[in-house]
């Protein structure tokens, strides 16, 4: 039996069916104690025998989205994505150039838009994100993703995503690990694309999200989207809809920001081996340098608890060879 | 690469690694039109170059769990649950004795305590379903399951299972299908146990839920359960609860009541070829026989639109060989 196995991994590896570990799963990582870390937990929960050992289907690992697996600087991509859509919905809304923070904005005034505040937002969000079909709504995101560039680099948004954590993504993966994103952003602002990007299915992505309505138009049934909040999956809602939407806690957890606190804290207090890793935004050169004072992904307290209690703190100038795909 | 390719399946399959298809992947259902439109709808998608192929990642199977995977007769095995939580918690809750529906539920009288309807009803399930933490909930939900037994056929309820489900579910599976419960029950009350008996880990388990906050408590992160209603996964939410936590369509979905057809209805209007399937409870010797009267898992308008569609109507009596696992 262990000779055809054997055999049988054999004429897998030649065929490629079976995903070949390269010598090093993480290339675009620098030698050092972060990507240690990373490979010594890995290989303490898969080594059978081991008593940190984790049974493949309880190997579940959280991402956070916006600064952990992608770009969130100048601006959160899905608030670029609102604005645009603010934009294109211009004509059919004549009475948004009376009517903030609508008149602001398409002025090209996003300082005064925001002025408003929290009510300003939700203003823009529902305007943008409700009222249409989930289908409709996926279509607008999938075109609006396929043109729109980022402002510093002109590069499509589905290309400013980490290097360095997609080989991660693959590395937990091969490993037996169900990799989940656990992001404040619009959940279906993701499904579209994550899956393509980093191999990330639409079931196993958790975000915030508007209530949804069955009915049937037409003789067809379809989901119609509500101006109305449904979830928020940020800071104490992050291990709430972790609970909710997989119903066991993750092994690994992965953040940038004081948003993610609590979901580590929920990661780590688990029994057994954990493993609680921040993304340091320290990078001004080849992407940006911001934690405690930013009022985009603010590390603050998540800086000092990850100090305190020996999490994984990623130099993203130091430990990351590569910060984008080339 | 085909050579390599075909020797390799022939390497596995001698030494077992790939589950091996028998000879009948559904011995428990008698032939028929029932069990031949699955294969056929199986043998049709999974086919490379068919116009019907389905990739994998977009083979999803939405099924009902009570009176669909296991029998909710002569009462939803979660309303039991509650019930024997409430004679469990008396001794806590002196008042009860005094108060309505608690009281009629200690004297054994079951009718009167639901004479008060969905608020009688409410407050049994707050008062045994919140107030603890969510961990705590699934300890009590574990030592129930360990103990209760069905009181027609005395076996514990994770018996009460359908043995032609079962082996559907993993048909479906070795054929590349994600199978999912999507019930009205509530998703903690199942988590506890779909894995072991049906093989669904927790993550693909949708179900109606209460609300739940995160808070630390002596230091240690906790979610708290608590008594307000989140979700209603029955009727018209099915298809929500999909959208919110599958993000995409079913291709094959599976009920036995009308609390069923708005997931039905979801699942035939995407593209393509789809699949539905309703169990009809027509073997009173069996199981028990009840369709367009019954207050529980109540099958009329189903039963016409399964008619009028051309779904599958699986007959219990006719088209299953055995109904429990022996």
């Not at 709504?137 to 948004?157: D, I, L, M, N, S």
């Amino acid at each position: 039996m262990k000779l055809l196995l054997a055999l049988a991994v054999a004429v897998l590896s030649l065929s490629g069916v079976v995903p070949i570990q390269a010598a090093d799963p993480l290339p675009s990582w620098n030698d050092g104690k972060a990507k240690q870390s990373i490979v010594e937990f890995v290989t303490k929960v898969t080594t059978a025998g081991s008593p940190d050992f984790v049974p493949v289907p309880e190997r579940i690992a959280t991402f956070d989205n916006d600064g952990c697996l992608w770009a969130e600087q100048p601006m959160y991509v899905q608030l670029q994505f609102a604005f645009d859509r603010v934009n294109a919905l211009a004509l059919q809304h004549p009475e948004w150039k009376e009517t903030e923070p609508f008149a602001s904005l398409l002025k090209g005034d996003v300082k005064g838009a925001l002025a408003g505040g929290e009510k300003a937002m939700l203003g823009i969000v529902m305007a943008t994100h409700a009222g249409m079909t989930t289908e409709e709504f996926e279509r607008t995101v999938q075109e609006w993703f396929a043109k729109a560039k980022h402002p510093k680099t002109g590069r499509p948004y589905t290309e400013m995503v980490y290097q360095p954590m997609l080989e991660l993504l693959a590395y937990l993966r091969v490993n037996g690990f169900k990799t989940f994103i656990v992001s404040g952003g619009g959940v279906e602002f993701m499904r579209p694309w994550t899956e393509k990007v980093y191999g990330i299915p639409p079931e196993q992505v958790v975000g915030s999200s508007i209530k949804t309505k069955f009915d049937i138009r037409d003789g067809k049934p379809v989901l119609v989207r509500l101006p109305e909040i449904n979830f928020i999956d940020d800071k104490e809602g992050k291990p709430v809809g972790i609970q909710q939407h997989i119903g066991r806690r993750p092994v690994a957890a992965f953040g940038n920001s004081d948003g993610d606190l609590q979901m580590l804290q929920w990661t780590a207090a688990g029994p057994g081996v954990r493993f609680c890793l921040y993304v340091h935004h320290d990078d001004s050169d080849r992407e940006w340098a911001y934690d405690r004072e930013s009022h985009i992904g603010r590390l603050d307290k998540g800086l000092d608890e990850a100090k305190a209690k020996g999490w994984t703190v990623v130099s993203m100038r130091d430990d990351w060879r590569e910060v984008y795909p080339k």
